[in-house]
């Protein structure tokens, strides 16, 4: 743990690498290493701006979130549920690679209550970088983990002055730091500099306790990401030994060939679960009249990794009514 701090109020600030703790060894070069970067010497370049907080820092990791996954989440969820139980603890900070960080906001966002202030953090640039936007990030994740104003309203996530919600946020370019993330079908919830914070709505998740468990040990569910002239044989080869599930990433509002479709049915009727999602960056899947004979659910608003991340969770706790499933899309 390093304290960096005897101000107020006190920030607990978990760090699993990524870009934000990148280095290229150089400000000009395009290629570079995420996770260089340890919590005890990123937090001893915030200090030097004197803010007025207290952070604690713990490294949970510092790999690139391509490489995150349960053993990660399961970390952050027990030291956040510490954070959260310990009275001197106002806000959460977690710093991730961007690659992953919807995934990871909107698994913590259904496996922990609303109690205190969660912001996930990350930068598209590297530390070292020309232009690098990490520490402009950070410090703006600071100031809305440390605003009463934060509170209930989920896990939330901080980039290019941009507050984000963890269900609507997603990544929607490679390069670049504008706009870089964007809410989806949301929008923003706020906006955010070193020096000002400006919330939109009021929060939606006061008090709220946790929605699903959550033990590490998630089912596997492939995503089939459809493209055309695409063959039903597919279906089965991507599927793996006793599948549960499967998040279609459809063309359009879910669509797929129609010889995909006629096997995902015949799975779906020996009890395999088929969401519709969409490839498109900002596709609504609302549910069709073949939706209740094929037996599919429709992933409204999430996109197929995020569609993903809940059907984990519902199949982890075996849910397996229709209806139910359908709900948990409707409002996640």
């Known amino acids: 743990m390093t304290d960096i701090s005897s101000k107020i109020p006190h920030i607990c600030v978990l760090a699993t690498g990524g870009t934000i703790a990148g280095m290229a060894g150089s400000a000009t070069r395009h290629e570079y290493l995420p996770g260089q970067i340890s919590i005890e010497d990123w937090l001893g370049r915030v200090a030097e701006f004197g803010l007025p907080v207290k952070l604690i820092g713990t490294q949970i990791a510092n790999i690139g979130s391509e490489d995150i996954g349960p053993d990660t989440w399961t970390a952050l969820q027990t030291s956040i549920n510490a954070a959260m139980a310990d009275e001197g603890i106002d806000g959460i900070v977690?710093?991730?690679?961007?690659?992953?960080?919807?995934?990871?906001?909107?698994?913590?966002?259904?496996?922990?209550?609303?109690?205190?202030?969660?912001?996930?953090?990350?930068?598209?640039?590297p530390a070292d970088a020309v232009g690098s936007d990490g520490m402009r990030n950070f410090v703006n994740a600071v100031r809305v983990a440390s605003d009463a104003g934060a509170l209930g309203r989920g896990v939330v996530l901080v980039m290019g002055d941009r507050v984000l919600a963890a269900r609507d946020a997603?990544?929607?370019?490679?390069?670049?730091?504008?706009?870089?993330?964007?809410?989806?079908?949301?929008?923003?919830?706020?906006?955010?500099?070193?020096?000002?914070?400006?919330?939109?709505?009021?929060?939606?998740?006061?008090?709220?306790?946790?929605?699903?468990?959550?033990?590490?040990?998630?089912?596997?569910?492939?995503?089939?990401?459809?493209?055309?002239?695409?063959?039903?044989?597919?279906?089965?080869?991507?599927?793996?030994?006793?599948?549960?599930?499967?998040?279609?990433?459809?063309?359009?509002?879910?669509?797929?060939?129609?010889?995909?479709?006629?096997?995902?049915?015949?799975?779906?009727?020996?009890?395999?679960?088929?969401?519709?999602?969409?490839?498109?960056?900002?596709?609504?899947?609302?549910?069709?009249?073949?939706?209740?004979?094929?037996?599919?659910?429709?992933?409204?608003?999430?996109?197929?990794?995020?569609s993903r991340i809940l059907l984990q969770l519902l199949l982890a706790k075996k849910e397996g009514d229709l209806n139910a499933i359908q709900t948990a899309f409707d409002n996640p």
């Open 170 to 306: 997603r990544k929607v370019r490679t390069r670049g730091t504008d706009d870089a993330f964007r809410g989806f079908p949301r929008g923003s919830i706020g906006l955010v500099t070193p020096s000002a914070l400006e919330w939109f709505g009021n929060p939606w998740r006061q008090d709220e306790p946790a929605r699903y468990a959550y033990s590490g040990d998630l089912p596997e569910v492939p995503i089939l990401y459809i493209g055309a002239g695409m063959s039903a044989d597919l279906v089965d080869r991507i599927l793996p030994n006793d599948p549960l599930g499967i998040i279609v990433a459809g063309v359009g509002e879910g669509n797929m060939p129609k010889a995909i479709r006629e096997r995902l049915v015949e799975l779906a009727k020996a009890g395999l679960i088929v969401v519709r999602a969409s490839r498109v960056d900002e596709g609504l899947v609302d549910r069709e009249p073949e939706d209740d004979s094929n037996g599919f659910i429709a992933a409204r608003a999430l996109n197929p990794q995020k």
């Open 94 to 125: 977690v710093t991730h690679g961007t690659d992953t960080a919807e995934e990871t906001a909107f698994l913590l966002d259904l496996v922990l209550p609303a109690r205190k202030p969660v912001v996930i953090v990350g930068a598209m640039r």
